[in-house]
């Protein structure tokens, strides 16, 4: 996810238009996530979309364009990908201790809208002018 949403750039890309994970180009840049928790809708392209859970089933799963590219034909090989790695069958096991299987397309979209939720900023420049300090941008 950092190759696309940098910290540095409220978790954005910082491009107009980027490439996705198999180098198609893309439309739009990736948004910013910080206070995406706030956000009454998470894209500019469909305002439907009020929950983080359905917003991050476009870019993991879109084929056109592709984004990430976990089509039908790639889950498994993904999958495997999280079901393989120590650190994330250790991970899948703490953040889901009441499941008795490995990752899923499902518990990795909890995982990352739950992170996503976290992504609070309370002190930025921005918010600081916001609260009143003209000085602040």
Do not use: M
């Not at 089933?57 to 090989?77: F, S």
């Not at 420049?125 to 602040?136: E, F, H, L, S, W």
């Amino acid at each position: 996810c950092a190759s696309c949403h940098k910290q540095s750039l409220a978790f954005s890309d910082g491009k107009v238009t980027p490439k996705g994970s198999t180098g198609e180009q893309l439309v739009r840049n990736s948004q910013g996530l910080a206070n995406s928790a706030y956000h009454p809708t998470l894209t500019w392209a469909n305002k439907v979309f009020l929950e983080i859970e359905d917003q991050l089933q476009v870019p993991i799963r879109a084929d056109d364009p592709v984004e990430l590219g976990v089509t039908p034909i790639y889950v498994d090989e993904v999958l495997a990908r999280f079901n393989n790695d120590n650190v994330y069958i250790g991970l899948f096991a703490n953040a889901f201790p009441e499941s008795s299987t490995g990752a899923t397309l499902n518990k990795i979209i909890q995982a990352l809208a739950t992170f996503c939720r976290t992504l609070i900023s309370g002190d930025s420049p921005y918010d600081r002018y916001y609260q009143g300090d003209k000085t602040a941008l």
